[in-house]
């Protein structure tokens, strides 16, 4: 009697399950149910910058009626703590240098102004070391970098970093920064160009006179309205100083 009631029961129940899974299947809810499986979770929205609060705790005294607060002994205080809004310091945006004006020397006349300042080297002698650099655009504007041989660096500069001073043909000193591991000069070196007024194509001859003193001796790429034979006089002058 009891098998036959459990087999009637099972029966009516399968017969639902068939006829829900039909009615699912008309209103095509497997196929949503697959779609939303498959579709990404939405994206959580950004949380907003708040500004950070300090926290201030102080004592105040408790409000009291005007009948009472002439009988009380002493007032009655209670902590309160109030938050202060952070005001954080804008950014600072620099202008950029406008580099529009900025003048291109040649390669004639680069190589001219290099002819002149070897001819003038070969006036200096073999006492002290010697280099020649042609300037480019990125030393005597924008970066103001000047990178040196490093050849020239590893056998008579100083193997740290350090200052090294520029000494111009008036006897002028400009300190430098001199960076021994990129061979190269990197702050005070702006400001010697820009006193001297340095543009692409000038011709620099070093000479190393101390270990940490560079003799600077420069040709113009234009030539500055002097010719060759002042300019070897102008050597030769400093040479006997």
């Not at 300042?117 to 070969?122: D, G, I, T, Y």
């Not at 030393?139 to 001073?165: A, I, M």
């Not at 111009?168 to 000193?173: A, C, I, N, P, R």
Request: include cysteine; proline fraction near 6%.
């Amino acid at each position: 009697m009891v098998m036959s009631k459990a087999k009637k029961y099972e029966a009516v129940r399968e017969k639902r399950l068939e006829e829900n899974m039909k009615r699912m299947e008309q209103l095509h809810l497997p196929l949503l149910s697959l779609a939303l499986k498959n579709a990404s979770s939405p994206k959580p929205s950004p949380m907003k910058n708040t500004k950070p609060r300090i926290a201030r705790t102080e004592l105040v005294p408790v409000r009291r009626s005007l009948r009472f607060s002439n009988k009380s002994p002493s007032p009655q205080y209670k902590e309160i703590t109030s938050y202060e809004r952070v005001h954080l310091p804008r950014r600072i945006t620099y202008s950029t240098r406008d580099l529009s004006n900025r003048v291109y020397a040649s390669d004639e006349a680069r190589d001219c102004a290099v002819k002149k300042a070897e001819k003038l080297e070969s006036i200096l002698g073999s006492d002290y070391p010697t280099l020649v650099r042609s300037m480019l655009p990125s030393h005597v504007s924008g970066g103001f970098w000047l990178g040196l041989p490093s050849h020239f660096c590893k056998r008579k500069l100083p193997r740290t970093d350090g200052v090294v001073s520029l000494v111009d043909e008036q006897g002028e000193e400009w300190p430098v920064n001199y960076l021994a591991r990129k061979n190269g000069l990197s702050g005070g070196w702006k400001k010697f160009s820009i006193d001297h007024g340095l543009v692409d194509g000038d011709a620099l001859i070093f000479q190393l006179i101390r270990p940490t003193v560079l003799k600077v001796f420069i040709t113009r790429v234009d030539g500055s309205g002097k010719t060759e034979t002042d300019e070897m006089n102008k050597v030769e002058e400093s040479v006997e100083h």
